[in-house]
C-alpha cells in the first residue's frame, strides 16, 4: 500500500465545528483500566496481552443504532464495554473490555477505545496483530454518511498510520470481518458498507 504523510481529516467535525477529530479513550465513554463496574464486573484491558506487530486492520458495525453525536457514541461505547466484559471469549475468559481498537461515528469521528498495544477480542481466531475498527450502525440496511465515506477513504491515504502512530505498521490486509476463514456467515460489516470497502481497496491499490 502507499504511504502519505496523514492529512487532517478536513470532512469530520465535532458538534462545535472543529476539524480533524480523533477522540481519545479519555473521551470514548469507556471506564478505565482497572474501574469496577456494577455487578462484579472489572476492566481488564491488556486481558489477551500484547497486539504484536500490526499486519492488518478489520473493519465492523456495531449491528446496533448510529451514532449522530459524540454524547451518543460514549454511551453506546459504554454499553458495549460492558457487554463485551460479560461475554465469554476464548479459553472460556472474560473479554476484559470493549473488543474493538477504534470506533467511528456517523461525523466520520474517530474513538479511541481498548489501547491498540493490547489485543482486541472482535475476530475469533484472528486477533493477533488485527486491528478492529467499527462504525457504529447496521450496514445491512443503513447507508454510509458522506463524512464516514470520506473518513474511510482518508484511512486508506494515511488516517491508518495516523490513527495508530506507528509508520513501521506493516499493514498487509483490511478486511471486513465476514472476509476471515471461519466468520464467512457473519453479515458484519454489512452490505452497504462491505461493498465500500471493497471498492477503496480496488482503488487505493491496496
Ligand atoms: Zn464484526
Redesign the pocket.
Known amino acids: 500500500m502507499r504511504w502519505f504523510v496523514p492529512r487532517t481529516i478536513r470532512h469530520a467535525r465535532d458538534d462545535s465545528g472543529m476539524t480533524g477529530i480523533i477522540y481519545g479513550r479519555d473521551e470514548s465513554g469507556l471506564k478505565p483500566n482497572g474501574a469496577r463496574l456494577s455487578g462484579g464486573l472489572v476492566v481488564d484491558t491488556d486481558n489477551y496481552g500484547p497486539l504484536g506487530d500490526i499486519d492488518a486492520v478489520t473493519i465492523?458495525h456495531s449491528a446496533g443504532p448510529r451514532a449522530p453525536s459524540k454524547a451518543k457514541a460514549q454511551s453506546l461505547h459504554a454499553a458495549y464495554q460492558r457487554l463485551h466484559i460479560q461475554e465469554f471469549g476464548t479459553g472460556g475468559h472474560s473479554r476484559g473490555d470493549i473488543g474493538y481498537h477504534f470506533a467511528m461515528d456517523d461525523l466520520g469521528r474517530f474513538y479511541r477505545l481498548r489501547p491498540y498495544q493490547n489485543k482486541g477480542t472482535?475476530v475469533g481466531g484472528w486477533n493477533s496483530g488485527n486491528l478492529g475498527i467499527m462504525l457504529h450502525g447496521n450496514y445491512v440496511h443503513d447507508k454510509l454518511t458522506d463524512d464516514q465515506n470520506a473518513s474511510l477513504k482518508w484511512l486508506f491515504q494515511g488516517g491508518f498510520h495516523a490513527l495508530f502512530g506507528e509508520p513501521e505498521a506493516g499493514i498487509h490486509v483490511v478486511r471486513g470481518?465476514q472476509e476471515w476463514p471461519g466468520h464467512g456467515s457473519?453479515a458484519?460489516?454489512g452490505t452497504n458498507l462491505m461493498r465500500h470497502l471493497a471498492w477503496l481497496r480496488s482503488t487505493e491499490d491496496f
Open positions: 465492523h472482535h470481518h457473519n458484519c460489516p
